[in-house]
Each structure stands twice: as structure tokens, then as C-alpha cells.
């Protein structure tokens, strides 16, 4: 062969081997380097952030993110499958319902999107997928869903999450920015099956989970609150009731519960009236539990002394041309025995020689007529009017509590300050909020917020309240072995048009246990108790029941019992005992 | 002379044939090991996607047992569940604890029962 022909063959195979590996070579660079964006299927998919937990003090969850689904089906794809029967029949069994629901929303020829069963469990969406049905007949949308495992459980404090995903009242709400997280973004590319190509994310944000946040509530403390609220309830056909809890030494409050009470699961079959929490907010006279802040005020102006001889009237004093009664009558008591009497008119009398400023103050100082607790959401403020609206008859009323309105909470925050030797805590729910890496954002420390009584005035008090549960005392029914309990009856007339009804009332107890070094104090209250309606008789029991049990679970040690420093009666009192009478 | 010219413009031809498949060898290597890189990349990718919805599923797997656990702890689960079995339990009452409190000096710890310890709390001991 000439090499004439060599060379043209040999160009000929050049030229193909060139125009073929060129081909492929160019391809490959436009697919790989010049790609073009808009050419290509790209989606922007929402990645929605897990909300944060809740947990209580131990660790035990109140509120967690659990994954739901929908089944969700294309009416139109079934339909041209010819599968409606065998999928209705299918998920007729798997959820144990009647077929033929499941055949009337199949059969829609016109519609491309049906929602077959909305928040479906992890287990049965398993069950589903294991079908292996067709994907572009039926799938399964991702629904997370906010779920209280511990059900009616602090319902009240915890709030709840609604199905749009917005918190709707207690910690949820008040909490939620540190809850909600922040949703992710990704931009992804879709394949020829509208598969993720997977190494092609334009854009990835993943979701930030939100923060768990501790409460400083014990679920055990709260199913021994609860039951015994229940329990109360029952027995005495009331409206309703509620209790709280708090650490004195703290200000934690260990245990927060209103009846009636709904399950967050299920928010909205829930009635208006069971998703207010009594215990934060709702204002009320709160009756003769207030007689201790009263006598606290007086005892720390040192306008009486524990053993001052006060007048009782038996039973009946007209001041300002108006009458104060006692539930009994009573001649002379000591300023003892009117704090375990639970004497009106002589809380009336201390009230009116204490003065409206120092009055005033006192109340101020004790936390009234403000929130205190700014992690709960929906807490009233209560009703202190200012001293310029007052009239000459308001110092008396508000010594027995009444003409003010005060919440549970703020009750028993005052309460507590007496137990915490004079000084007043600030009230905590929140404990810890850590983000989801275990971080902690915002740790609870306890607060001082003021001394509305000194060491002494405290220490006394204890004593005096401690005489309310013996048995001679208004709240002999909260005593309980073992243990000294530092407590006040209350049972407050709801007010009517025109006055008062005595036939309406709530009755409270409030207790510090152990009364010689208090632990912690809680306050029970009682709405529209029948037949019986003192506070004595209704709440001393509930927060009897309570409070035995919690000194064992708190592992609080049994203390001795004191014998009495302080005369009760004047006629018992010693001989140089002050008889001022006034 | 002629001859010698010859023999060299052959040489050059060979040189410049030679020169051409040694370059579409390299293109070839070149775009061979792009295709392994390519390929290995998605292949990652895919495994990463997959590891993503193993840990998702995880997390529902565990998320959901959680919320299966929580009631069951509960103090109703528990007292109902003693009651299931016959069994008469609760908190041991304070005359039945026995509180250990760290010894200051004697080695061996101290047994202290609830009223001694209540005073050493109270400060009057």
C-alpha cells in the first residue's frame, strides 16, 4: 500500500476518535462545569425545627414533638389503578374502621389530593410503608404533632401547642421563642423520578432544634396535688379548686394545680372555664388567709406583741357605723389566740392601729397588686387599690381579706417569705432552658426581692400560725403527726350584686410545714365547697392529705413538737401579760 | 542527498502522529478519572442522604418511645401497677428513715434519726 493511503487512514480514524471523544469530552463539561440552574428541576423544601421539650424537675417529659403523619392519596391516580376497593379494604383493617369511608373519599375521579387519616402513629406508618403500596397513589405526609404524654398533667402550666403550631397559653407561650426553633432550608434537584440527586443541594440550612426548658415543678408533687384536688372536688361538689406549691427557701414552685383542668392533647374539646389557671390567674378576696400578712404587718410595726390582749366584742363591733361579726363570738383574746380563732374583729382592730400607710406599704412590700412570676403567662396582677381610694372601713375589710383581690400564687409567695425568715423569693417555673446541643441559655438562680418583715417577726409568726393547727385552732384538720404545720384557715363570701353571698364562698388553707423550719408552703383553695364551706373543714383536710405525703417524698425529717410559748386566751395568759385592750 | 531529506520529513510525521493519541490518551485518563470522582461523590452523597433518614428515623423511633415511657412513671402508673401485683408500697414515713449525716471527726458516720437531725438543721444542736 502506498503511504499516500496510510495517511489518509490513518486521519480518517484520527478524525473519529477525535469527533467521538470530543463529543463525549463537551458533554461531560457541559454537564458538569456549564450546568445551568433553571433548566433543571430545583424545589425548595421546608425543613420545620422540632420543638423544644419540657421536662420537670427530674427529668420526666411534659411536652415533646412526636412524629405524625396523614395519609394522604391521589384520588385521580386510584382511580385509573382501579385500587379503590383493595385500598379501602386495606385500610379499613388496618385501622379497625368501616371500609366504606375510605371508598367515598377514594372516589373522586376529579380530585388529585385527599387527606385519607390525619395524625396517624409511627407504628401504624410503618405498618403502611411495609404495604409497599404505590407511591403515587398513596403516600405519607410528615405531620409532627406536639404531644403531652403525662396528659391533664400541670396542663396549666405547660399550656399547649395548637394544630398551627402555635402555643396557646402557660409556658409554651411564655416560653415559646426559645421553644420554637428556627425551620431549615434546602434547595434540592430532582432526578428524572423526581428523586433527590443527592450531591446537588444548592442550598442546605438544617433546622435548629429549640431549647428543652426544666421546669422547677415535680410531676410526683403534682400528681399528689392533683389527686388530691380531684378527690376534693368530689367530695365537696365544688366549682372548682386549686393548689400551689413552692420551695420557701427558693421561691420554685413546686407544684401548680387547677380543677376543672383539660387534657392539652385535646385542647380544643375543652370547655373556656377549664383552661383558666386558677391558681396564677384568678383574682380573689381570699378571705381570713390574709390575717397573716395583717398580723405580720402589725407585729413588725410593733403595734402588738404576741401576748397583747385585743377585745373581741363578742362578736359584734360597729366601726364607722358599720358592724364587723366573728364567725364566733369571743371576748378577750391575745393577738395568738385571734390568729388561731381567726377573729375578724380583732384582725379589724390591729389593721386599724397599724394605719392605712404602714398598711399600704405592707402590702406592697408582700408582692400584692403585681405579677411576680414573669414565665407565666396569663398571671393577674390582682386588685390593691391605691390608699387615696380608700375609705375609713377599707383597713378593716382588708385585714380579714376582703376589699382586695389577690391571686393564689401572690398568697402563698407571702406565706413563703414568713417561712424564709422575712425574706420574700422571687416565684420560679423555669428552671434551666438548655439549647439542643445541651447548652444551658438561662439558668435559674434564686431571687431576693425584698424583707417585708425582720428575722424575728418571721420566726414569731411561724409560731403563731403554728397555733392554728392544734387543736383548739381553725385548722386542727391539717395537722398531721410528726410534723408541726404554721398554717390559716380562710373562707371568703363570694361577692354579688349589693354585697355579699354567704352561700358562695371559697374556702382556702395556706400552711408552712415544718412550722419550725419550713421547707415549703402551700396554700389549697376550694370554689363554692357544699354543704360544708369553711376552710377548716373543706381545705385543711386537702392540704393535710397533701402535705403527709409530700414530707416523705421530700424526705423532710419529722421534727419534735414545740411546746407553746404564747397564751391563746387572755384568761389563760400569764399574769404579766400586756391586757391592752383596744 | 534527496534521499536523506526524505528520511527526515518521514521522522517528522512520526513525531507529529505520535504527538496526537498521547493527547487523547490523556483527555481520555483525564475525563476517566473526573468520572470516578463524579461517581464517587454521588455515591457519598447517597450514602449521606440515607444516613440522614436512618438518623430521622431514629430520632421519631426515640422520640416515640419516650413519650410511651413517661406515662408509665408516673406516680398513678406505679401505684396502679403495685396494686396490679398485690403489693403494698409508698414513701417510708419519718419515724422509718434513718438519715447518715458526714461525720466531723469519729470516722464511720453517724446514724442521726429525724427529730435529732431536724434540731442540727434548726441550728440547736
Known amino acids: 500500500m502506498s503511504e499516500g493511503f496510510h495517511r489518509v487512514r490513518f486521519a480518517f480514524v484520527a478524525v473519529v476518535f477525535c469527533a467521538a471523544f470530543g463529543t463525549v469530552g463537551w458533554k461531560l463539561t457541559y454537564l458538569h462545569l456549564a450546568y445551568r440552574q433553571d433548566a433543571t428541576p430545583e424545589a425548595a423544601v421546608e425543613l420545620p425545627a422540632m420543638r423544644g421539650r419540657i421536662l420537670d424537675r427530674n427529668g420526666r417529659v411534659l411536652a415533646v414533638d412526636t412524629p405524625r403523619f396523614h395519609l394522604v392519596a391521589d384520588p385521580q391516580a386510584v382511580n385509573e389503578a382501579g385500587h379503590v376497593e383493595v385500598l379501602a379494604g386495606l385500610f379499613g383493617r388496618l385501622f379497625q374502621c368501616d371500609a366504606v369511608a375510605f371508598e367515598e373519599m377514594l372516589r373522586q375521579p376529579a380530585s388529585r389530593y385527599q387527606r385519607l387519616r390525619k395524625w396517624i402513629s409511627l407504628e401504624e406508618a410503618d405498618r403502611i410503608r411495609a404495604m409497599k403500596l404505590p407511591a403515587r397513589e398513596v403516600w405519607l405526609e410528615p405531620a409532627p404533632r406536639r404531644h403531652y404524654p403525662l396528659e391533664e398533667l400541670a396542663a396549666h402550666v405547660i399550656g399547649f401547642v395548637n394544630a398551627e403550631r402555635q402555643a396557646g397559653g402557660g409556658i409554651e407561650l411564655a416560653l415559646d421563642r426559645w421553644l420554637r426553633g428556627r425551620d431549615g432550608l434546602r434547595k434540592v434537584i430532582r432526578g428524572r423520578r423526581l428523586g433527590e440527586i443527592a450531591d446537588r443541594r444548592p442550598l442546605d440550612i438544617p433546622p435548629e432544634e429549640g431549647a428543652t426548658v426544666e421546669l422547677t415543678l415535680d410531676a410526683d408533687l403534682q400528681a399528689m396535688v392533683e389527686a388530691a384536688l380531684d378527690e376534693a372536688v368530689r367530695q365537696h361538689s365544688a366549682l372548682g379548686a386549686w393548689a400551689v406549691m413552692v420551695d420557701v427557701r427558693t421561691g420554685e414552685i413546686l407544684a401548680m394545680a387547677s380543677r376543672p383542668s383539660f387534657d392539652p392533647n385535646r385542647y380544643n374539646e375543652a370547655a373556656t372555664d377549664a383552661l383558666m389557671n386558677r391558681a396564677a390567674s384568678y383574682t380573689y378576696e381570699p378571705g381570713s388567709i390574709f390575717k397573716a400578712v395583717t398580723m405580720a404587718a402589725a407585729l413588725e410595726a410593733d403595734i402588738v406583741r404576741p401576748d397583747t390582749v385585743l377585745d373581741c366584742e363578742h362578736g359584734l363591733w360597729h366601726y364607722c357605723g358599720r358592724p364587723l361579726r366573728d364567725f364566733h363570738p369571743y371576748g378577750r383574746l391575745t393577738v395568738a389566740g385571734v390568729i388561731q380563732k381567726s377573729s375578724n374583729i380583732g384582725a379589724a382592730k390591729c389593721a386599724v392601729a397599724l394605719g392605712e400607710a404602714r398598711l399600704e406599704q405592707c402590702l406592697r412590700d408582700f408582692g400584692f397588686g403585681r405579677r411576680l412570676c414573669e414565665d407565666l403567662s396569663g398571671e393577674a396582677s390582682g386588685i390593691v387599690p391605691p390608699r387615696h381610694q380608700w375609705d375609713p372601713l377599707t383597713p378593716t375589710r382588708i385585714a380579714m381579706g376582703h376589699s382586695i383581690g389577690v391571686t393564689s400564687l401572690q398568697m402563698v409567695m407571702a406565706l413563703a417569705a414568713i417561712g424564709n425568715r422575712g425574706v420574700r423569693m422571687r416565684p420560679a417555673l423555669v428552671r434551666r432552658v438548655a439549647d439542643a446541643r445541651g447548652r444551658t441559655v438561662r439558668q435559674f438562680a434564686p431571687v431576693a426581692e425584698g424583707q417585708p418583715v425582720c428575722e424575728a417577726t418571721a420566726r414569731t409568726m411561724c409560731e403563731l400560725l403554728a397555733g392554728v393547727t392544734q387543736p383548739e385552732g381553725t385548722g386542727r384538720r391539717a395537722a398531721f403527726p410528726g410534723y408541726r404545720v404554721a398554717g390559716k384557715t380562710g373562707t371568703a363570701d363570694k361577692p354579688c350584686v349589693g354585697g355579699y353571698d354567704s352561700h358562695r364562698n371559697i374556702a382556702s388553707f395556706m400552711g408552712l410545714v415544718p412550722a419550725e423550719n419550713p421547707v415549703f408552703a402551700l396554700l389549697v383553695s376550694v370554689d363554692e365547697p357544699q354543704p360544708e364551706h369553711t376552710g377548716g373543714v373543706v381545705a385543711a383536710p386537702v392540704f393535710r392529705r397533701i402535705a403527709e405525703e409530700a414530707v416523705r417524698y421530700l424526705r423532710i425529717p419529722a421534727g419534735d413538737l414545740l411546746p407553746h410559748a404564747v397564751p391563746l386566751r387572755a384568761e389563760e395568759g400569764p399574769d404579766d401579760a400586756d391586757w391592752a385592750v383596744m | ?125
Open chain 2, 1 to 125: 542527498m534527496l534521499r536523506r531529506q526524505r528520511v527526515k520529513a518521514r521522522a517528522v510525521a512520526r513525531t507529529r502522529v505520535a504527538w496526537l493519541p498521547l493527547a487523547a490518551a490523556a483527555a481520555l485518563a483525564g475525563l476517566l478519572f473526573h468520572l470516578r470522582l463524579v461517581q464517587q461523590c454521588r455515591r457519598l452523597a447517597g450514602e449521606m442522604a440515607a444516613a440522614e433518614r436512618r438518623l430521622e428515623q431514629l430520632r421519631q423511633v426515640r422520640v416515640n418511645e419516650e413519650c410511651r415511657w413517661a406515662p408509665m412513671t408516673t406516680l398513678a402508673s406505679v401505684r396502679a401497677a403495685l396494686k396490679r401485683f398485690g403489693i403494698e408500697m409508698d414513701w417510708a414515713g419519718g419515724e422509718r428513715t434513718v438519715y447518715l449525716v458526714r461525720p466531723a471527726s469519729p470516722p464511720g458516720g453517724e446514724a442521726v434519726r429525724g427529730p435529732r437531725l431536724a434540731q442540727r438543721v434548726a441550728g440547736r444542736e
